[in-house]
T-cell receptor, first 113, second 112 residues
Framework: KAGVTQTPRYLIKTRGQQVTLSCSPI?????VSWYQQTPGQGLQFLFE???????NKGNFPGRFSGRQFSNSRSEMNVSTLELGDSALYLC????????????FGPGTRLTVL | KNEVEQSPQNLTAQEGEFITINCSYS?????LHWLQQHPGGGIVSLFM???GKKKHGRLIATINIQEKHSSLHITASHPRDSAVYIC??????????????FGTGTRLQVML
């Protein structure tokens, strides 16, 4: 069974631009969560989606948004990029909502110049 | 004070040593996760537990719900165990959103 895939793996953008990251969960998994990892703040929760509905949101500004499609694939969007948005963005999928083991993708490393 | 505290922050061991990494948390939880992150970023879920003890190969994870404490043990450590180990908890849903909360990680280096 294929693992969680994320595209692109690396991305360089400039301040003010916007970016869309994609996550394909393991087949059959209906829950997708997104996380941001930076050297200063560590891992922080961004969003959690289940059955196309955002079930949970972390403490991030409105510039961070996401969605989940009917095939459970998910995208996250960051608008008006800031230097501080440079980070590793990780997505994880699980069978159900909250109670199941999470399987992580390889991440997308975003650099904002 | 962080909801999840790990110790030690850094750990250097010789091959073959028994290693213990600790995680303490301050809230009621429905589950605790131990994750492993190698250089390059990929994260692997090692354990998810809500009570007792789990074992997988040379790895053992224990949790004491009453004391709000978990330990990850590595027996017969090997250089390939060198990684960052991260503890994460899922607080009990109290009607507000329950989100996975992470410790800052323990960086382990196992020397030959």
């Amino acid at each position: 069974k294929a693992g969680v895939t994320q595209t692109p793996r690396y991305l360089i953008k400039t301040r003010g631009q916007q970016v869309t990251l994609s996550c394909s969960p393991i087949s059959g998994h209906r829950s997708v969560s997104w996380y941001q990892q930076t050297p200063g703040q560590g891992l922080q929760f961004l969003f959690e989606y289940f059955s196309e509905t955002q079930r949970n949101k972390g403490n991030f500004p409105g510039r961070f948004s996401g969605r989940q499609f009917s095939n459970s694939r998910s995208e996250m969007n960051v608008s008006t990029l800031e230097l501080g948005d440079s980070a590793l963005y990780l997505c994880a999928s699980s069978l159900g909502y909250r109670v199941d083991e999470q399987f992580f993708g390889p991440g997308t490393r975003l650099t904002v110049l | 004070k962080n909801e999840v505290e790990q110790s030690p922050q850094n750990l250097t061991a010789q091959e073959g040593e028994f290693i213990t990494i600790n995680c303490s948390y301050s809230v009621g939880i429905s589950a605790l996760h131990w994750l492993q992150q190698h250089p390059g970023g990929g994260i692997v879920s090692l354990f998810m537990l809500s009570s007792g003890k789990k074992k997988h190969g040379r790895l053992i994870a224990t949790i004491n719900i009453q004391e709000k404490h978990s330990s990850l043990h590595i027996t017969a450590s090997h250089p390939r165990d060198s990684a960052v180990y991260i503890c994460a908890v899922r607080p009990i849903n109290t009607g507000t959103a329950s989100k996975l909360t992470f410790g800052t990680g323990t960086r382990l280096q196992v020397m030959l």
